[in-house]
């Protein structure tokens, strides 16, 4: 099955909402990629992300998610808070894991997209790979292409690539979370001085 957009998954089916299981991704992610797909992440068992970066260069990948965050939260609203808070807390989550990879040899990035959804009932498991980043983008509005895996050695085949992968990762969890902490932080001082000058200007 091709799919030109992640979020088919969710319709088609219900496949996603459905699952209980485990969720491997092995793509670039935002917040806004957590937020698409909604309460369907809160039933998985266990998220594991897995995101590229260049040897000696993570401080980019950290650099490009603080960019992100500035460009889809940078309105003081109750949704932008309380997404940033939602998908803060499932991230804190035991259940979630998230390394980045850096290549020994500089220009050997991770690049592939790959998904795998594993304990699917009534599918076993299933596996998608693409174009498709797991960003709001990614998953809804781009013109992407994903196909879907289903048979057996096909979805083993791509575990096993997955799982090398994962094996020589490193740790990304903390990092990311000190990341939130901070940009929550400054969102809360951005709008404390925004409700201070409300109450100057109506005194």
Known sequence: MILSSMVDLRVRGGIVPAHEGRLDAAAYFNLDGLERLGDALETVQELRLLIGAEPDQEFLLTQRLWRELERNLALISPRAQQMLERWSAFLRQDKVQVRSHKPRERGRVLHGKAYLL??????????????????????????ELNAILKQQSATDALKQWYEAVWEKSEDYKQELLRLLTEF????????DGATRRNGRART
């Open 118 to 143: 594993l304990g699917v009932p009534q599918f076993g498991d299933l596996g998608v790979i693409g174009s498709s980043n797991f960003t709001g983008a990614g998953l809804t509005a781009n013109l």
């Open 184 to 191: 929550t932080d400054a969102l809360h001082r951005k709008s």
